[in-house]
């Protein structure tokens, strides 16, 4: 089974900062079995990225994400309130499995 | 609109079952797959499986095989997730979403499972 690991667990940033999530695999995954997802406190989560740098329908350009074989990164250019959320990765092979998230809070 | 409803909270004790439901509309029900997720408190997201709504083909995650069952109605677009010999470990917020190709791109608002004595 492929692990996911997301760190840190949590990233301190400012509005309008850079924020960079990496997300490990335990081995090399295609690119087209990665995607992100984000949520929200009390909300269900929200497809963010698929392809590992497809943006699916609806998503800001701000959002971006790129990497290949076990790295992979999702980057947000510049943090607006609403991108302040828990954000996780996701391998969608056979058993699809999730990385443990990383929190983007206000610092 | 395009949009899952998923059915109210359950409160359980151990040992028992529970059966969710999650009503599509707004898209062509057996053109997708519903897969359920679960998310315990205060932690991340655990897959839990998916089904074909036009075939009923499922594909269950490993580590709850055997205490689940994940089934359709495509009469009233309905999908169902039952899980049994309920532990309080099974607590736990469970949502069902939209699936094609690994992906789940349309959530249901989730429903609280509480297993508790």
């Known amino acids: 089974e492929i692990v996911l690991t997301q760190s840190p667990g949590t990233l301190s940033l400012s509005p309008g900062e850079r924020a960079t999530l990496p997300c490990r695999a335990s081995q090399t995954i295609s690119r087209t079995y990665l995607a992100w997802y984000q949520q929200k406190p009390g909300q269900a989560p929200r497809l963010l990225i698929y392809a590992a740098s497809v943006r699916a329908t609806g998503i800001p350009d701000r959002f971006s994400g790129s990497g290949s074989g076990t790295a992979f990164t999702l980057t947000i250019s510049r943090l607006e309130p609403e991108d302040f959320a828990v954000y996780y990765c996701?391998?969608?092979?056979?058993?699809?499995?999730f990385g443990p998230g990383t929190k983007v809070d206000i610092k | 609109q395009v949009q899952l409803v998923q059915s109210a909270a359950e409160v359980k004790k151990p040992g028992a079952s529970v059966k969710l439901s999650c009503e599509a509309s707004g898209y062509p029900f057996i053109s997708y797959g519903i897969s359920w997720v679960r998310q315990a408190p205060g932690q991340g997201l655990e897959w839990m499986g998916w089904?074909?709504?036009?075939?009923?083909?499922?594909h269950y995650a490993q580590r709850i095989e055997g205490r689940v069952t994940m089934t359709t109605d495509t009469s009233t677009s309905t999908a169902y997730m039952e899980l049994r010999s309920l532990r309080s470990d099974d607590t736990a917020v469970y949502y069902c979403g939209r699936y094609e190709s690994g992906l789940v791109d349309l959530w249901g608002q989730g429903t609280l499972l509480t297993v508790s004595s």
């Open positions: 089904i074909s709504a036009y075939d009923g083909n499922t």
């Open positions: 996701q391998h969608f092979g056979n058993s699809p499995t």
